[in-house]
């Protein structure tokens, strides 16, 4: 099927969409947005293998299926989605939840924030005309399709309806962590998509820190999240944010995140994706005041035929400026990685210090990783390095390990565990570093769930 | 006791050990010495059940049981331990989970309770401290930033946490300055026992001053060619490998 056809579909949802009704439509600049977005996916259509960002992610069948807007769940969540939604909002200090793309007020909490902090819906920001957010939405990286093109974020943004919206004011520092749920259910056999959006706008020297959990469920129909985020961190700022994958059986999620690091900012992302059907998680980052520091990182693991793709591209603008890539996972049956990472260092982005790692454990001979990495220096006065490595099991600790009398399979489940516990260490905030690591474990430990063919 | 008898093992179709018979009895200390290549590391892996090591011939056997067919966690626990030349690092895995499993696997399989961490904590503690370990040591991951001494006590901490019937060192002494030989030497000797047979695999003569055995086996290109009691030792000191392997010829 040609680009085109597969596109048509879209369009007219997003018509059929504008008939219903869509937020804010009363405001130009997202008017205006919208309309670019549309136009962005018209001209850039679906990304197929033959566009450089997605070499090795095929997404052609994928966007071939019949995708219908996700229905509304008002009433209580599936048992399996109650039982995650309770795990990530434990220990919180403010979660804002949103099922199929919709806000569930009803479970969410905001209160206890601190004075001038707003956390709330994108809907509620729109009819409030939250100047916050007709200043950044969709505009975090105004010029991004210079770097990374894909018709899915154009989609986005024209179907943009709901999502979370973080605001810290200048010199605010909101302790403990916001989570930000979004959660997929399909009780039906026919494919649902929804667009979710989160926008983080952190103020100077202001410090925060998100987890922002997608989950689905094993026995749900298949699903896919086209989500988008925005984060800008201002100068002095330090922001952690982190993105937990928990998707079902028949998950599919693409997510495409801009980042934009201020001035002696420091800001911390990591994605652990632990299930699901497909993952993307597309970062642009950019620095662009001196002396900020940014690491994109994550871990991940497959099993079945489960398909993994991180993708990253960090921007070095301006000089003295840090950036740090880790990127580690474990493949197991015939799951498939994809790592591609890629550091610009611009002419005047001297004294910069990049530093960029793939590794992949792979445990059986049918798993696969394809890994690309990629430095792009115009200035002289640089330090970048990148590696990438895919090995097995090392045989001599396993041997040692069985030499003291621990069954092989504990044996494997430790190196294994040990494998990952070394990227979760990339995991600035402490309390979050220790529960991805736990969640780490337990799925090393859950027997694979079995994926459907169409995951391929 | 450990026997074994006409012992032929192959490491990538190559001949390493040509017939070694060799008894280690119950409550004595034996020591096989013998120059670089001689076969010495490769008997220590094969009666720890390493792969790549293909017994081509003869057998081993534990307490009148041959062992060729057991995994090298089920010797393990059937009371084989080898402290090895180099102790792997495992960056990843903390020294006390891997110390609680081993001794958790230990005592499944001879139907105890599992300890728990906190009674197993202060087990390991206490026998570290006779083996001057910190508590820090302990804390970090498996091997990992330890020197050559600490890597060589951590291994008999492992062997007086796990009380094996049979010990078997491989050239514990290497790496080793004299102060860490003694406290070493002081964990190997306290494990002696009327009912444990004892190993030391060494290529100097110095370890055996401080851990003084029964027996002593020379070992040369895959056999055993001189055999005798402590005095051995101070003759091969003497007189090199060389004059014994010209006298063998």
Redesign the interface.
């Known amino acids: 099927m040609a680009t085109a056809d597969l596109v048509t579909p879209f369009i007219d949802r997003y018509h059929a969409a504008r008939t219903a009704g869509l937020p804010g439509e009363d405001l130009p600049w997202l008017e205006q947005l919208r309309a670019d977005g549309i136009a962005r996916l018209k001209t850039l259509g679906l990304p197929t293998r033959r566009v450089e960002e997605w070499k090795f992610t095929d997404i052609r069948k994928l966007a071939a299926a019949d995708f219908q807007p996700a229905p509304a769940i008002d009433g209580a969540l599936h048992p399996d989605l109650a039982y995650v939604l309770a795990e990530e909002t434990a220990d919180v200090t403010a979660v804002l939840v949103f099922v199929n793309g919709r806000f569930r007020a009803d479970l969410s909490r905001t209160d206890g924030l601190p004075a001038g902090v707003t956390l709330g819906p994108l809907s509620t920001a729109l009819a409030k005309g939250d100047p916050a957010v007709a200043t950044h939405f969709g505009r975090v990286l105004p010029d991004v399709e210079r770097i990374a093109a894909s018709g899915f974020l154009g989609l986005s943004t024209a179907m943009a309806s709901e999502g979370a919206v973080l605001c810290v004011p200048d010199g605010v520092t909101v302790d403990g962590v916001i989570a930000a749920v979004f959660l997929s259910d399909n009780p039906g056999e026919n494919p649902v998509i929804t667009h979710p959006r989160l926008l983080s706008v952190i103020g100077a020297n202001a410090e925060a820190t998100v987890v922002e959990t997608h989950a689905g469920r094993d026995g749900a129909g298949p699903t896919l999240t086209n989500f988008a985020s925005e984060l800008a961190v201002g100068d002095g700022a330090r922001y952690h944010h982190y993105r937990l994958i928990r998707d079902g059986a028949r998950g599919y999620h693409l997510a495409n995140s801009h980042v934009r690091v201020g001035r002696d900012a420091h800001t911390d992302t990591f994605v652990l994706t632990l299930t699901g059907a497909l993952t993307r998680s597309e970062v642009n980052a950019r620095l662009i005041g001196c002396g900020g520091d940014l690491r994109v990182s994550g871990g991940y693991v497959g099993d079945g035929r489960r398909h993994i793709d991180n993708t990253s591209l960090i921007d070095h603008a301006v000089p003295d400026c840090r950036s740090r890539q880790v990127f580690k996972g474990v493949l197991d049956d015939a799951s498939r990685g994809v790592f591609q990472g890629k550091i610009i260092v611009r002419r005047d982005a001297q004294r910069t210090d990049g530093y960029q790692l793939n590794r992949a454990l792979l445990l059986t001979r049918k798993a696969e990783i394809d890994s690309k990495p990629e430095l792009e220096i115009y200035a002289d006065d640089v330090k970048c390095s990148h590696g990438a490595t895919a090995g097995e099991i090392d045989n001599d600790a396993l041997f040692y390990l069985r030499a003291r009398g621990i069954p092989e399979r504990t044996a494997r489940r430790l190196l294994v565990e040990a494998f990952l516990a070394e990227v979760l260490e990339e995991i600035g905030a402490e309390p979050v570093r220790e529960r991805f690591t736990a969640l780490a474990a337990q799925r090393l430990n859950a027997h694979a769930q079995p994926v459907l063919e169409e995951a391929a | 006791m450990l026997e074994i008898k006409d012992l032929h093992v192959e490491v990538d179709g190559r001949m390493i050990l040509k017939g070694i018979d060799l008894t280690l009895a119950d409550g004595e200390v034996s020591a096989i010495m013998g120059p670089n290549g001689s076969g010495k590391s490769t008997l220590s892996y094969v009666i720890?059940?390493?792969?790549g090591y293909e017994v081509t011939q003869g057998d081993i056997r534990l307490n009148g049981e041959s062992i060729l067919e057991m995994?090298?966690?089920e010797?393990?626990?059937a009371g084989l331990f080898?402290a090895?030349q180099y102790?792997?690092e495992?960056?990843?895995?903390a020294m006390m989970?891997?110390l609680r499993?081993?001794v958790n696997?230990?005592r499944i399989?001879r139907g105890e309770d599992e300890l728990d961490p906190l009674s197993f904590a202060k087990l390991v503690r206490a026998k570290a401290r006779e083996l001057k370990m910190t508590d820090e040591m302990l804390k970090r991951?498996v091997n990992s930033g330890f020197s050559g001494g600490e890597k060589k006590r951590a291994e008999i901490l492992?062997m007086t946490l796990?009380e094996p019937s049979i010990c078997v060192l491989d050239e514990t002494d290497s790496g080793l300055d004299i102060d860490a030989l003694r406290i070493v030497s002081e964990g190997v000797n306290a494990m002696r026992s009327p009912t444990r047979a004892i190993l030391v695999i060494t290529h100097y003569q110095r370890l055996l001053n401080h851990i003084v055995p029964d027996r002593i086996h020379v070992l040369a290109d895959g056999r055993v060619i001189r055999s005798g009691g402590k005095n051995l030792a101070h003759e091969l000191e003497e007189h090199g490998y060389e004059g014994l392997l010209d006298d063998a010829a």
Request: avoid cysteine.
């Open positions: 720890a059940g390493r792969d995994e090298p966690e010797r393990s626990r080898l090895l102790p792997i495992i960056p990843g895995v989970t891997f499993e081993a696997a230990h399989d991951q492992q796990l």
